[in-house]
Protein backbone atom coordinates (compact mmCIF):
# COMPACT_ATOMS: atom_id res chain seq x y z
CA UNK A 1 0.00 0.00 0.00
CA UNK A 2 1.37 3.56 -0.80
CA UNK A 3 -1.64 5.30 0.55
CA UNK A 4 0.38 7.74 2.36
CA UNK A 5 2.80 9.02 -0.69
CA UNK A 6 3.67 12.39 -0.09
CA UNK A 7 2.04 12.60 2.94
CA UNK A 8 4.23 13.84 6.30
CA UNK A 9 4.21 12.62 9.51
CA UNK A 10 5.27 13.25 12.86
CA UNK A 11 5.05 10.29 15.73
CA UNK A 12 6.00 11.28 19.37
CA UNK A 13 7.51 8.08 21.40
CA UNK A 14 8.17 7.21 18.43
CA UNK A 15 11.53 4.89 19.53
CA UNK A 16 9.78 2.10 21.35
CA UNK A 17 6.82 0.40 20.94
CA UNK A 18 3.60 1.26 19.25
CA UNK A 19 5.38 4.61 18.28
CA UNK A 20 8.39 2.80 16.83
CA UNK A 21 5.76 0.31 15.29
CA UNK A 22 3.46 3.15 13.86
CA UNK A 23 6.63 5.32 12.36
CA UNK A 24 7.63 1.98 10.70
CA UNK A 25 4.47 1.18 8.59
CA UNK A 26 3.47 4.73 7.81
CA UNK A 27 7.02 5.31 6.38
CA UNK A 28 6.66 1.86 5.10
CA UNK A 29 3.12 2.89 3.37
CA UNK A 30 4.84 6.10 1.66
CA UNK A 31 4.98 9.09 4.01
CA UNK A 32 7.79 10.65 5.44
CA UNK A 33 7.99 10.21 9.05
CA UNK A 34 10.20 12.35 11.78
CA UNK A 35 10.12 10.66 15.07
CA UNK A 36 10.13 12.82 18.31
CA UNK A 37 11.38 10.87 21.72
CA UNK A 38 12.91 11.28 24.50
CA UNK A 39 15.73 8.93 23.63
CA UNK A 40 15.84 8.62 19.75
CA UNK A 41 19.47 6.85 19.73
CA UNK A 42 17.78 3.62 18.31
CA UNK A 43 15.72 5.15 15.43
CA UNK A 44 17.31 5.29 12.34
CA UNK A 45 16.55 5.70 8.11
CA UNK A 46 14.38 6.29 6.66
CA UNK A 47 12.59 8.37 9.72
CA UNK A 48 14.33 11.03 10.88
CA UNK A 49 14.91 11.28 14.83
CA UNK A 50 14.84 14.59 17.10
CA UNK A 51 15.60 14.49 20.80
CA UNK A 52 12.73 16.19 22.68
CA UNK A 53 10.93 16.02 25.91
CA UNK A 54 6.80 16.34 25.34
CA UNK A 55 7.37 18.23 29.44
CA UNK A 56 9.12 20.82 27.35
CA UNK A 57 7.90 23.12 25.51
CA UNK A 58 10.48 25.21 24.02
CA UNK A 59 12.03 21.14 23.02
CA UNK A 60 8.93 20.47 21.29
CA UNK A 61 8.64 23.78 19.55
CA UNK A 62 11.81 23.23 18.35
CA UNK A 63 11.50 20.05 17.28
CA UNK A 64 8.33 20.02 15.68
CA UNK A 65 9.85 23.19 13.89
CA UNK A 66 12.45 21.33 12.64
CA UNK A 67 10.94 18.29 11.58
CA UNK A 68 8.35 20.51 9.30
CA UNK A 69 11.12 22.11 7.69
CA UNK A 70 13.09 19.27 7.40
CA UNK A 71 9.84 17.08 5.72
CA UNK A 72 8.33 20.30 4.20
CA UNK A 73 5.14 20.54 5.97
CA UNK A 74 3.13 18.07 8.51
CA UNK A 75 0.08 16.82 7.63
CA UNK A 76 -0.16 13.77 10.18
CA UNK A 77 0.64 14.40 14.15
CA UNK A 78 0.21 10.55 16.16
CA UNK A 79 0.38 12.08 19.92
CA UNK A 80 1.63 8.74 21.36
CA UNK A 81 4.51 9.85 24.26
CA UNK A 82 3.38 8.44 27.41
CA UNK A 83 4.31 6.55 30.66
CA UNK A 84 2.66 4.80 33.06
CA UNK A 85 1.40 4.93 36.75
CA UNK A 86 0.48 1.86 39.46
CA UNK A 87 -2.03 2.27 42.25
CA UNK A 88 -4.82 4.18 43.88
CA UNK A 89 -5.33 7.24 45.33
CA UNK A 90 -3.02 7.01 48.04
CA UNK A 91 -0.17 5.64 46.64
CA UNK A 92 0.44 8.48 44.59
CA UNK A 93 1.77 11.87 45.73
CA UNK A 94 0.89 15.15 44.06
CA UNK A 95 4.58 15.11 42.55
CA UNK A 96 3.34 11.60 40.58
CA UNK A 97 -0.06 12.84 39.45
CA UNK A 98 1.76 16.10 37.78
CA UNK A 99 4.50 13.77 35.94
CA UNK A 100 2.28 11.66 34.40
CA UNK A 101 -0.16 14.46 33.84
CA UNK A 102 2.73 16.46 32.27
CA UNK A 103 3.51 14.02 29.79
CA UNK A 104 0.70 12.14 29.17
CA UNK A 105 -1.99 15.16 28.68
CA UNK A 106 0.03 18.47 28.66
CA UNK A 107 2.74 16.73 26.42
CA UNK A 108 -0.06 16.26 23.61
CA UNK A 109 -1.50 19.40 23.85
CA UNK A 110 2.51 20.98 23.65
CA UNK A 111 2.91 18.90 20.70
CA UNK A 112 -0.60 19.89 18.95
CA UNK A 113 -0.05 23.60 19.70
CA UNK A 114 3.63 23.26 18.08
CA UNK A 115 1.70 21.41 14.98
CA UNK A 116 -1.21 22.77 14.19
CA UNK A 117 -0.24 25.82 12.08
CA UNK A 118 1.41 23.06 10.13
CA UNK A 119 -1.49 21.08 9.74
CA UNK A 120 -3.61 24.17 8.68
CA UNK A 121 -1.48 24.08 5.56
CA UNK A 122 -2.36 20.21 4.73
CA UNK A 123 -4.94 19.02 2.27
CA UNK A 124 -5.08 15.47 4.50
CA UNK A 125 -4.77 16.92 7.93
CA UNK A 126 -5.13 14.38 10.89
CA UNK A 127 -4.25 13.85 14.48
CA UNK A 128 -4.23 10.68 16.09
CA UNK A 129 -3.81 10.12 20.32
CA UNK A 130 -2.75 7.09 21.48
CA UNK A 131 -5.54 6.97 24.48
CA UNK A 132 -6.13 3.64 26.47
CA UNK A 133 -9.08 1.47 27.28
CA UNK A 134 -7.91 3.05 30.63
CA UNK A 135 -10.01 5.95 29.91
CA UNK A 136 -13.22 4.45 30.60
CA UNK A 137 -12.73 1.04 31.79
CA UNK A 138 -12.26 1.95 35.67
CA UNK A 139 -8.94 -0.45 36.22
CA UNK A 140 -7.89 -1.19 39.46
CA UNK A 141 -5.10 0.39 40.60
CA UNK A 142 -4.43 2.49 37.66
CA UNK A 143 -6.45 5.77 39.51
CA UNK A 144 -3.64 8.21 38.32
CA UNK A 145 -3.14 6.30 34.87
CA UNK A 146 -6.77 6.09 34.17
CA UNK A 147 -7.06 9.48 34.63
CA UNK A 148 -4.52 11.07 32.21
CA UNK A 149 -5.87 8.83 29.85
CA UNK A 150 -9.56 10.07 30.49
CA UNK A 151 -8.44 13.63 29.76
CA UNK A 152 -6.27 12.15 26.79
CA UNK A 153 -10.37 10.80 25.36
CA UNK A 154 -12.12 14.38 26.82
CA UNK A 155 -9.26 16.27 24.99
CA UNK A 156 -9.44 14.18 21.83
CA UNK A 157 -13.26 15.18 21.70
CA UNK A 158 -13.07 18.42 21.73
CA UNK A 159 -9.81 18.99 19.51
CA UNK A 160 -12.17 17.58 16.69
CA UNK A 161 -14.87 19.76 17.22
CA UNK A 162 -12.40 22.94 17.66
CA UNK A 163 -10.85 22.30 14.38
CA UNK A 164 -13.63 20.16 11.99
CA UNK A 165 -14.28 23.77 10.02
CA UNK A 166 -10.20 23.26 9.43
CA UNK A 167 -10.22 20.40 7.98
CA UNK A 168 -8.31 18.91 10.56
CA UNK A 169 -8.95 15.22 11.97
CA UNK A 170 -8.82 14.13 15.93
CA UNK A 171 -9.23 10.52 16.51
CA UNK A 172 -7.51 8.39 19.46
CA UNK A 173 -6.68 4.81 19.45
CA UNK A 174 -7.80 2.72 22.70
CA UNK A 175 -5.31 0.31 23.14
CA UNK A 176 -5.86 -2.73 25.55
CA UNK A 177 -2.81 -4.48 26.87
CA UNK A 178 -0.16 -4.48 24.18
CA UNK A 179 3.12 -6.55 23.90
CA UNK A 180 5.63 -3.52 23.91
CA UNK A 181 9.13 -2.94 25.81
CA UNK A 182 6.89 -1.20 28.80
CA UNK A 183 4.73 -4.14 29.05
CA UNK A 184 8.09 -5.91 28.88
CA UNK A 185 9.42 -4.13 31.80
CA UNK A 186 6.46 -4.56 34.02
CA UNK A 187 6.39 -8.24 33.33
CA UNK A 188 9.98 -8.39 34.15
CA UNK A 189 9.39 -6.76 37.76
CA UNK A 190 7.20 -9.36 38.60
CA UNK A 191 8.89 -12.65 41.05
CA UNK A 192 7.28 -14.82 38.40
CA UNK A 193 7.84 -13.27 34.89
CA UNK A 194 6.45 -16.29 32.69
CA UNK A 195 3.84 -16.84 34.97
CA UNK A 196 2.55 -13.23 34.96
CA UNK A 197 2.23 -13.29 31.25
CA UNK A 198 0.92 -16.53 31.13
CA UNK A 199 -2.02 -14.81 33.36
CA UNK A 200 -1.97 -11.46 31.69
CA UNK A 201 -3.00 -14.09 27.94
CA UNK A 202 -5.51 -16.11 30.16
CA UNK A 203 -7.29 -12.54 31.16
CA UNK A 204 -7.32 -11.68 27.47
CA UNK A 205 -10.79 -12.54 25.86
CA UNK A 206 -8.29 -13.67 22.58
CA UNK A 207 -6.27 -15.65 24.91
CA UNK A 208 -3.15 -13.21 23.70
CA UNK A 209 -1.87 -9.68 24.24
CA UNK A 210 -2.80 -6.90 22.02
CA UNK A 211 0.77 -6.65 19.30
CA UNK A 212 2.09 -3.03 18.75
CA UNK A 213 1.51 -3.63 15.05
CA UNK A 214 -2.38 -4.13 14.93
CA UNK A 215 -2.14 -0.79 17.11
CA UNK A 216 -0.31 0.87 14.28
CA UNK A 217 -2.57 -0.43 11.98
CA UNK A 218 -5.54 1.53 13.01
CA UNK A 219 -3.56 4.35 13.96
CA UNK A 220 -2.52 4.33 10.36
CA UNK A 221 -5.97 3.84 9.22
CA UNK A 222 -7.56 6.97 11.29
CA UNK A 223 -4.66 9.36 9.92
CA UNK A 224 -4.93 8.17 6.35
CA UNK A 225 -7.52 9.93 4.01
CA UNK A 226 -9.49 6.70 3.65
CA UNK A 227 -10.76 7.74 6.96
CA UNK A 228 -11.46 11.19 5.60
CA UNK A 229 -14.82 11.45 7.03
CA UNK A 230 -14.24 10.09 10.44
CA UNK A 231 -13.47 12.45 13.55
CA UNK A 232 -14.23 12.70 17.62
CA UNK A 233 -13.88 8.84 17.80
CA UNK A 234 -12.18 6.45 19.94
CA UNK A 235 -11.23 3.33 17.71
CA UNK A 236 -10.55 0.07 20.51
CA UNK A 237 -7.72 -2.37 19.73
CA UNK A 238 -7.91 -4.30 22.52
CA UNK A 239 -9.11 -7.72 21.65
CA UNK A 240 -12.12 -7.67 22.16
CA UNK A 241 -12.13 -6.39 25.90
CA UNK A 242 -14.49 -3.58 25.74
CA UNK A 243 -17.04 -4.56 23.65
CA UNK A 244 -17.42 -7.92 25.13
CA UNK A 245 -17.71 -6.67 28.33
CA UNK A 246 -21.01 -7.74 29.14
CA UNK A 247 -20.53 -11.05 27.14
CA UNK A 248 -17.44 -12.53 29.13
CA UNK A 249 -15.87 -15.30 27.34
P1 LIG B 1 7.07 2.35 25.33
O1 LIG B 1 7.59 2.62 26.71
O2 LIG B 1 7.50 1.10 24.61
O3 LIG B 1 7.35 3.60 24.38
C1 LIG B 1 7.08 4.90 24.82
C2 LIG B 1 8.01 5.88 24.12
O4 LIG B 1 7.68 7.20 24.57
C3 LIG B 1 9.48 5.63 24.44
O5 LIG B 1 10.25 5.63 23.25
C4 LIG B 1 9.84 6.81 25.35
O6 LIG B 1 11.20 7.22 25.24
C5 LIG B 1 8.89 7.89 24.86
N1 LIG B 1 8.67 8.91 25.87
C6 LIG B 1 8.31 8.71 27.18
N2 LIG B 1 8.27 9.87 27.82
C7 LIG B 1 8.59 10.84 26.92
C8 LIG B 1 8.73 12.27 27.00
N3 LIG B 1 8.58 12.91 28.17
N4 LIG B 1 9.05 12.94 25.88
C9 LIG B 1 9.26 12.27 24.71
N5 LIG B 1 9.16 10.93 24.58
C10 LIG B 1 8.84 10.23 25.68
O7 LIG B 1 5.48 2.37 25.51
P2 LIG B 1 4.25 1.84 24.61
O8 LIG B 1 3.69 0.67 25.30
O9 LIG B 1 4.62 1.78 23.18
O10 LIG B 1 3.22 3.05 24.89
C11 LIG B 1 3.01 4.09 23.94
C12 LIG B 1 1.66 4.75 24.24
O11 LIG B 1 0.64 3.74 24.22
C13 LIG B 1 1.54 5.45 25.60
O12 LIG B 1 0.83 6.65 25.43
C14 LIG B 1 0.73 4.46 26.42
O13 LIG B 1 0.00 5.10 27.45
C15 LIG B 1 -0.17 3.88 25.37
N6 LIG B 1 -0.73 2.57 25.71
C16 LIG B 1 0.07 1.49 25.90
C17 LIG B 1 -0.50 0.27 26.22
C18 LIG B 1 0.32 -0.99 26.43
O14 LIG B 1 -0.25 -1.98 26.93
N7 LIG B 1 1.60 -0.99 26.09
C19 LIG B 1 -1.89 0.17 26.36
C20 LIG B 1 -2.68 1.30 26.17
C21 LIG B 1 -2.09 2.50 25.83
Known amino acids: MSDFEGLKALVTGGASGIGRATADLLAARGAQVAVLDLDPSSVDKP?????????????????????????????????????????????????????????????????????????????????????????????????????????????????????????????????????????????DAAPDPAAERAALQARQPTGRLVTAAEVAGAIAYLASPQSGATTGTALAVDGGMQGLRLRPV
Open 47 to 187: LLAYQADVTDDASVRAAVAAAATELGGLDVLINNAGIGAQGTVEDNDDEQWRRVLDVNVLGMVRTARAALPHLRESAHAAIVNTCSIAATAGLPQRALYSASKGAVLSLTLAMAADHVREGIRVNCVNPGTVDTPWVGRLL
